[in-house]
Every structure is written in C-alpha cells, then in structure tokens.
C-alpha cells in the first residue's frame, strides 16, 4: 500500500523541527523508499522513465537503486505530483528569455522552508540562540523583485525569521547599491555588530571591484561571514575562489574560514554547505540536513565512485517532496570524509542525460 504524501511530509516536518540533528540511515531509508513509491504513481513522467529502467516500487530494495531524473529535464516537462491548478510558488533556473528555463513548482512551500531554516542556521549561525536574530545584507534582489528565483525565496525567508531591523537587500534592479551597502557596513564597525554578507559569487566580485574604485575598505567586526554561492565565471571574466576570498580579506576583513560557500539549485528542496563555521579546524567540505544523501557516481556505469575519485553528484532529497526525490546533477565531485567537494561541471553531461531521460518520460505521452 502507498503511503500518502500528506504522511510523509508529517514525518520529514517532525525531523526537520527536531534539535537532534543526526544521521538516521533506518529512518531516511525507509521514507525514501514511500516517497519514490508515491512520486512513481503520482509524476506519470517520472513513472515511465522508471520503468524504462526496469526500476518500479515493487523492485527497488534501497534508496540507491531509486532512479535520479537529469537536472536538464526539468527544462523539457513538468515534474510534479499534483494538479496545476494547485501550483503555488515557480521557481526557475537562470537563462536568458530565449532560453528554456528549468522550473520546480511548490504547492506548499512548507517542507521548503521546514528543511531551508535549520540547514541554514547549522552551517551558517551555528551560535544564533534560538530567539537571536542578527545582522544579514543580501547582495542580490528580493523575492518581490524576483519572484521565479529560489536563492532569493530563500533569503527571503532568511531575513523575515532570522534578520534583525539592520537587515536589507543592497541589489535593486540589478544594480549594486554600494551607498547603502557602505552606509550598513559603517554603522556595524561603529558598534561593534558582526555581519553576515549574502550573495552570488559575483556579486561579490562587483563589490570588491566598487569598493577598491572608491578606495574603501572595511574591517567587519568579529563574527561577521560571508555566504557566496553560484559560479565563478561571469560574462565578462572568470576568476578563481582563491582570488575572491583574497579579496574578500582585503577589502572587508572576512577570512578565509568565516567564508561559506552554499551549493543548491533550482530542481532541490535543500542546500548544502562548507562547513568551515560548523566545524571549524577541520577540513572544508560540503554538508547537507540529514533528510539529504549524496552519491559520487561513475557517469558510465552509474555506479558509486572510489573514495576520492571524481563523478557526478547525485543528491537524493527528502524535501522534494512535490516533484522528484532523486536528482543527478551536471557537477563534478567527490567525496571528502562525510561530505563533499565540487569540482565543477562536467562538459555536455546535462544534455545527454536530460536527452535520454526526456525521451523515456514522453515516450507513452507522445
């Protein structure tokens, strides 16, 4: 018998609110295996790309057989358990208006913010008191001005639960406000009052370069971080990470080990972490909830890679709940004691795979 969804989230919303955050390897088992049994019958496309696999409910033993979709098919149809009317909130990948754009739909942004909240709070405050709320600049739009973007979704709902009357977004249509962005940085040197600075890497990028145009620099009070995340190639040049932390030392006295660099996407519902500030002194890798996996897998065989070896990452996410559980991402990886590193993306892999995936889920729609 499938368990319904309404259960499954009653049980992902009682651990995603529990403090004891652990690894329950029995627990995640066995609701991923009810979620890729209802997501099976209730996503007809994710159905027929199952089968065309030979992989069904009734012959997947673990978590690790369950088939993950290609991020790039989310670009090609709508992987969604439930009806359109009920569609809520869209999120779209970045792209151009010409291009196609990869979307994950929400009918309820519950789970969403139930897994978002606390992933946060571990990796990025992990001394914020339950009841503290603290400084946050956004370097970059807010939900109002980009209501399809997940990473503004997310400080959003950062800043209404977590941010206190210092907080603000520094980007307004798509320009940089270095003024108020200076004025905030001022005013928290001047008392003392530590920072914690979000944005895309590049966006970064322009406010070092306005910065050092201007001839400011700042010293950010102890406990100011900073949380970069997306890429570090823009249009006009590409720099390493290494150089922008550099930067980021010189120019507003954050270092190195008080930088996290976030790494989500569109199609998911949670977001992992360096873990620098959960656990400082030991090695920087990636960190995600416990309702979260990922696998390191060889692109040929599909298989788990060696300890070490690179492969794709794959992220097997509880929180997805509305749409598809298992995702296989265009990123290279490899893993890193518990958790992970990123080592890029993997040249025309999302085209192939969402290539293949795409043709197996039309395939009996026409």
């Avoid at 690790?64 to 290609?70: D, G, K, M």
């Avoid at 009806?83 to 291009?99: A, I, K, L, N």
């Avoid at 990869?102 to 992990?126: C, H, K, Q």
């Avoid at 890497?201 to 322009?206: M, N, R, T």
Wanted: aromatic share 8%.
């Amino acid at each position: 018998m499938t368990v319904s969804r309404s259960a499954i989230e009653a049980e992902l919303l009682e651990w995603m609110g529990s403090r004891d955050w652990r690894t329950d390897d029995p627990r995640f088992e066995r609701i991923a295996l009810d979620l890729f049994a209802f997501q099976f019958e209730a996503c007809a496309p994710y159905g027929r790309y199952c089968t065309s696999l030979g992989a069904s409910p009734a012959t997947v033993r673990s978590w690790r057989e369950i088939p993950a979709v290609p991020t790039g098919a989310f670009k090609e149809l709508p992987l969604r358990c439930f009806p359109e009317q009920d569609v809520r909130v869209v999120f779209r990948t970045s792209g151009t208006s010409t291009e196609r754009r990869g979307e994950l739909s929400l009918d309820d942004p519950a789970i969403y913010e139930a897994s978002l909240l606390p992933t946060l709070r571990r990796f990025l405050f992990p001394k914020l008191e339950p009841d503290q709320r603290t400084t946050i600049r956004v370097l970059a739009p807010s939900p109002g001005e980009a209501p399809d973007s997940s990473l503004s979704y997310m400080f959003g709902h950062a800043l209404d639960t977590l941010g206190d009357a210092h907080s603000g977004y520094d980007s307004i249509g798509g320009v940089l406000q270095t003024k108020t962005l200076r004025d905030a940085l001022e005013l928290a040197c001047s008392q003392g009052r530590p920072v914690a600075l979000c944005g895309t890497a590049f966006s970064f990028v322009h406010c070092i370069d306005e910065l050092a145009r201007t001839g400011d620099a700042f010293d950010l009070p102890e406990g100011s971080r900073v949380m970069e995340t997306g890429g570090f190639k823009g249009r006009s040049r590409e720099i390493s990470r290494d150089e922008l932390y550099g930067w980021i030392g010189e120019q507003l006295g954050v270092a190195t080990d008080s930088i996290v660099n976030q790494y989500g996407m569109t199609e998911l519902g949670s977001q992992f972490y360096d873990s620098v500030l959960n656990e400082p002194g030991r090695p920087r890798r990636k960190l995600g909830p416990p309702w979260a996996r990922v696998r390191i897998v060889d692109p040929e065989t599909g298989r788990d890679a060696g300890p070490g070896e690179a492969g794709m990452i794959a992220i097997h996410d509880l929180a997805n709940t509305g749409s598809v559980a298992a995702i296989l991402t265009a990123d290279l990886g490899r893993t890193v004691a518990d958790g992970f590193e990123v080592l890029g993306r993997a040249p025309g892999a999302e085209a192939r795979g969402c290539s293949i995936a795409a043709d197996a889920m039309l395939g009996e729609a026409g």
